[in-house]
T-cell receptor, first 116, second 110 residues
Framework: GNSVTQMEGPVTLSEEAFLTINCTYT??????LFWYVQYPGEGLQLLLK?????DKGSNKGFEATYRKETTSFHLEKGSVQVSDSAVYFC???????????????FGKGTHLIIQP | EPEVTQTPSHQVTQMGQEVILRCVPI?????FYWYRQILGQKVEFLVS????????KSEIFDDQFSVERPDGSNFTLKIRSTKLEDSAMYFC????????FGPGTRLTVT
């Protein structure tokens, strides 16, 4: 079956540091890949997505590239801010870009803490 | 911006009781979902719903669980006889493309 593995947290960085959160996956076929973010007290928000190999998703300065050869979708940001403090979830879907009947398969989440 | 809402935000119930968790999906969305997250564990898919019937369900979604869209706007998850291990955060989501999630209901079974 499908699975997603992401680095354990918490990850603590100083403001303006470079961020990488690793995510690897196991799936049959060609899944769509996602990063969701959860700010304290809120629901999961879609941060970015990629639906095929070599696609790069980007949003709010965050980027991730769909690497089929390494089955990875690592999240990066060049200069983090205190407001980026949140829990980040990597996820995949066999379905139509995240919609459709198939549920998302999530990683455990990585708690990111940015210190001023 | 339209959003998925869930009520209540926190529900405390005794073991063996029935609970109903409520969600209002985004109005033009076609697919609806429930997920749960036990404290410290992964977000897990429970069920998807389309055209007034279940599309997919996970092995977690056993006979104790049911879903309903009673009035064209609400989408509910019922747990018939709660167990201690049902304590978790339950998330509703809806989709027309990507899935949009609600803020969750924290269910505590005592």
């Amino acid at each position: 079956g499908n699975s997603v593995t992401q680095m354990e947290g918490p990850v603590t960085l100083s403001e303006e540091a470079f961020l990488t959160i690793n995510c690897t996956y196991t799936a049959t076929g060609y899944p769509s890949l996602f990063w969701y973010v959860q700010y304290p007290g809120e629901g999961l928000q879609l941060l970015l997505k990629a639906t095929k190999a070599d696609d790069k998703g980007s949003n709010k300065g965050f980027e991730a590239t769909y690497r089929k050869e390494t089955t990875s979708f690592h999240l990066e940001k060049g200069s983090v801010q205190v407001s980026d403090s949140a829990v980040y979830f990597c996820a995949l879907s066999d379905g139509m870009a995240g919609g459709g009947a198939d549920g998302l398969t999530f990683g455990k989440g990585t708690h990111l803490i940015i210190q001023p | 911006e339209p959003e998925v809402t869930q009520t209540p935000s926190h529900q405390v119930t005794q073991m063996g009781q029935e609970v109903i968790l409520r969600c209002v999906p985004i109005s033009n969305h076609l697919y609806f979902y429930w997920y749960r997250q036990i404290l410290g564990q992964k977000v897990e898919f429970l069920v998807s719903f389309y055209n007034n019937e279940i599309s997919e369900k996970s092995e977690i979604f056993d006979d104790q669980f049911s879903v309903e869209r009673p009035d064209g706007s609400n989408f509910t998850l019922k747990i018939r006889s709660t167990k201690l291990e049902d304590s978790a955060m339950y998330f509703c989501a809806s989709a027309i493309g990507e899935q949009y999630f609600g803020p969750g209901t924290r269910l505590t079974v005592t």
